[in-house]
Each structure stands twice: as structure tokens, then as C-alpha cells.
């Protein structure tokens, strides 16, 4: 098999929650793009009907509405995808949420919003799906943990988010060791600052806090949400066979200062 021959996922089937927009979105074409069928799931329908459509090209690109933090939400998913595009071979867990604000001034409904989202609808998906995975033998997982769980990034107070970031990476490597001689790896993708249009809209508001990321980021420069198609391609695929457990950070070099 070439060396190119090993990124390809034709015939294949992957989800990728959270990805109606964004980082996901980008992610869940790249997917496509090789090959893949993909099930765009997210928790606004019509977004991800959205999405679909525009990415709808040589696979079948579907939408499912879920809700990461409600397991029989994440259960119906599994089930419904699997019977319109059949076992799923991939899982991108991408879906996530920050709430800024001071420790002192965070009310306990926000921080448990953030970890539901972040860490329990990880763990959710992972679960559920593994389970298929680990019927048939085979199967790859990608989290999305971020810079954010190896390093607290300034000037933006978000310790809930670093936390359940922090915590993605160590569900990440339990499940690896769990999950290792029964056919399925886990990988994370840990990416520094994206240019999305989230992030766009936060730095409207706070147009210095550019500044301070930039200064922080070797590469002098925010991440173009393109660049991490080939990694998540390249964690999906056989090219990282020998691969497990394993979190990447694609960060411009933040975390290596």
C-alpha cells in the first residue's frame, strides 16, 4: 500500500458532532473528502441540514440533530446513522462550549454546562460508539481536547473550559489503554487559536485580546481552521496505524514557550 494509499477512507463511515460550523465543519469535509460518508451531527437540525447540503458531493453527507449531554440522545444518533450509512468506523468528538468568566464569579449551572458539553458528551459519544466499534474489532476515535488543557492561555479567564479540555486529554489516554487490544485506537487533536467566525465575534468585542494571543504565539499568527484537515485525516486513517493515545498539538507553538 502507498504512502497516500494509507489516508484513504473510501467506504468508510464517520461522525463528527459539533460540526454544523466551524472547526468541526471543516473537519467533517475533509473526512468527505477522502472517501468517507459522514453524519454531520449537532444539536441545531437545521444547521447541520445546512451544512450537509454544502458539503453533499462524491459520498453521502447526512445530518443528525443530537445532544451530547443526553445519553438517549447520543444513543438514538448512534442508531440512526448507523442504519442510513451503516457501522461507523470513525468518531470525531468535536462538539464543545466556553463560558468566560472569574472563578469567583462563576455560577456552579455555568461550570456544569461547560463540563456536560465538554467532558460527559466526550465520554457519552466514546461510549456508545466505541461499543459498536469494539463489536466489530475495529474502529478509530479523535477527540478534540485544545491548548487550552496543557496551558492556561491569557488574558480570557476560562477554567472551566481548560479543565474539561485537561480532562478530554486523559479520557483520551484511558481509553487507548482500555481499548487498545480489542481493535480501537483514541486520539485528541489539541488546537491553539482558530480563525472562525466564533472567534471572529469574540474579538470584536475585545479587539486588544488579539494582541496578547499573538504575542504568546510563536508562529505570530491564529490558526485558519483548513489546517487541521490533514491531521484529522491523518488520525482517521490507517497512515497512523501504530498510533494511540496520543494528543496533538497544532497550536503555532503556544504551548512549547
Known amino acids: 500500500m ?7 477512507l473510501d467506504g468508510e463511515t464517520a461522525i463528527v458532532t ?3 460550523q466551524g472547526l468541526g465543519k471543516e473537519m467533517a469535509d475533509a473526512l468527505a473528502e477522502m472517501g468517507a460518508d459522514v453524519a454531520i451531527a449537532d444539536v441545531n437540525l437545521e444547521k447541520a441540514e445546512r451544512t450537509a447540503s454544502e458539503l453533499d458531493g462524491e459520498t453521502e453527507v447526512i445530518a443528525v440533530e443530537v445532544d451530547v449531554t443526553d445519553e438517549s440522545s447520543v444513543e438514538s ?21 466556553v463560558e468566560n468568566s472569574p ?21 457519552l459519544c466514546a461510549k456508545h460508539v ?14 478534540i481536547s485544545s491548548m487550552s488543557g496543557f496551558d492556561v492561555n491569557v488574558p480570557q479567564k476560562q477554567a472551566s ?34 480563525r472562525t467566525d466564533l472567534v471572529d465575534e469574540v474579538l470584536a468585542e475585545n479587539p486588544d485580546m488579539e494582541e496578547t494571543w499573538l504575542e504568546n504565539t510563536p508562529l505570530g499568527r491564529l490558526g485558519q481552521p483548513e489546517e487541521l484537515r490533514d491531521l484529522v485525516v ?11 493515545g496520543t494528543t496533538v498539538n497544532i497550536d503555532g507553538g503556544y504551548t512549547a514557550r
Do not use: C, H
Not at 77 to 97: F, H, K, Q, S
Not at 133 to 141: A, D, K, N, V
Open 2 to 8: 502507498s504512502a497516500l494509499e494509507r489516508f484513504s
Open 18 to 20: 459539533g460540526a454544523a
Open 77 to 97: 444518533m448512534v442508531e440512526d446513522v448507523t442504519d442510513r450509512l451503516g457501522p461507523i468506523d470513525v468518531l470525531v468528538n468535536n462538539a464543545g462550549i
Open 103 to 123: 472563578v469567583e464569579e462563576t455560577p456552579i449551572e455555568s461550570w456544569r454546562r461547560v463540563v456536560a458539553v465538554n467532558l460527559d458528551g466526550v465520554f
Open 130 to 143: 466505541g461499543r459498536q466499534m469494539l463489536e466489530r474489532g475495529e474502529g478509530r476515535i479523535v477527540n
Open 161 to 194: 473550559y481548560n479543565t474539561t479540555k485537561a480532562g478530554v486529554r486523559m479520557l483520551t489516554q484511558s481509553l487507548a489503554v482500555e481499548w487498545g487490544d480489542r481493535g480501537v485506537r483514541v486520539n485528541a487533536i489539541a488546537p491553539g487559536y482558530m
Open 234 to 244: 491523518y488520525l482517521a486513517s490507517d497512515a497512523s496505524a501504530y498510533m494511540t
